[in-house]
């Protein structure tokens, strides 16, 4: 058999199909009732609806069938949204609508009195509410890796979370320390560090105290080999000191990168700072006193302006 004969055959059988659910004699009713796509689904779908294993549907048992469709629908609208995850910690619209502030500065950020951070910086007021620059910043925030895992031959893999053991007649009593840093990406930017017996209180501390030091640093173009007008390394070689770690950031061409250590990078990228050559001198591997001589460092782009 040849397989257009196959094909005839087929077509007869789904318009017989077609005919015996639309409960139609004639094939040309069913070929024009074919050609209305939609509304020949419909009535099946209705005919099916209607018969409910060989038995047709009363008008009240349809009624009741058709009610509780629309109460699922509207189970299905009024129901919430995902809630997000515990471990991220509130979105910035709810901690702001949960913010009831104590300081006048709060108060005066709140009711839209001062409506940019330049104003508190410039005049250096004391930010006491973390909430204040959340309101008048974009902030993102990251965590710069001062402790060590476990492993053999104290070879183990660089965290987040530095831990510490006081031992006590109970027993040995853990606390763990970390250190965040947050920015705008576009010349703002705060460290801070965090003590706590578990590690998630002791990251929201860290962020909470970094939000309390955001300090503005300057930018600029001054590589003696880029021409660009866009702020994308420091305006000038600048040093800063912690410990006896020294660390001098110098300005870059575009596309150089961030030709820093590996924890610098995170601080010069939240920053907004793209391009940059350095030069550190002393122990590094203590991350405390590294990131410190860089933000050091990085406050003297302003310093120095100021005292011209």
């Known amino acids: 058999m040849s397989e257009e004969m196959k094909k005839e055959e087929i ?3 789904d318009i017989k199909k077609t005919a015996e659910v639309l409960e139609t004699v004639s094939e040309e ?8 796509i939609e509304g020949s689904t419909k009535e099946m779908i209705e005919k099916e609806n209607v018969k409910e294993d060989g038995k047709e549907m009363s008008e009240k048992e349809r009624e009741t069938k058709v009610q509780k469709m ?3 629908d509207k189970k299905e609208e009024g ?9 991220l910690g509130p979105t ?4 702001i609508l949960g913010w009831n502030p104590v300081t006048k500065l709060g108060i005066d950020v709140k ?5 940019n951070i330049d104003e508190i910086l410039d005049a250096d007021k004391k930010i006491l509410e973390p909430e204040i620059v959340d309101k008048l910043l974009d902030i993102k925030s990251d965590l710069l890796s001062i402790g ?15 831990q510490t053991q006081r031992k006590t007649k109970e027993g040995n009593v853990m606390t763990f320390s970390t250190m965040a840093v947050v920015g705008n990406e576009n010349g703002y930017i705060g460290i801070g560090e965090g003590k706590a ?3 998630l209180p002791a990251r929201d501390k860290a962020t909470r105290k970094a939000k309390l030091n955001v300090i503005k640093i300057k930018r600029g173009c001054a590589a003696f080999d880029c021409m660009c007008s866009e702020p994308h390394t420091v305006p000038f070689e600048v040093t800063g000191k912690s410990g006896s770690v020294i660390v001098t950031l110098i300005p870059a061409p575009q596309g150089t990168g961030l030709v820093v250590g590996g924890e610098l990078k995170k601080i010069l990228r939240l920053a907004g700072i793209k391009d940059i050559y350095s030069k550190c001198y002393g122990k590094k591997q203590t991350t405390f006193n590294f990131v410190k001589a860089c933000m050091n460092a990085l406050e003297k782009t302003t310093s120095r302006e100021n005292k011209k």
Do not use: L, Y
């Open 70 to 72: 629309e109460t699922v």
């Open 29 to 36: 009713t069913v070929k024009e009732k074919a050609k209305d």
């Open 148 to 162: 060590q895992a476990k492993g053999k031959f104290g070879g183990g893999k660089r965290r987040a979370w530095r």
């Open 79 to 87: 129901r919430p949204q995902r809630r997000r995850p515990r471990h």
């Open 92 to 95: 910035k619209e709810e901690i």
């Open 197 to 199: 017996k578990e590690t």
């Open 11 to 13: 077509v007869e059988e």
């Open 111 to 115: 009711s839209d009195k001062i409506k």
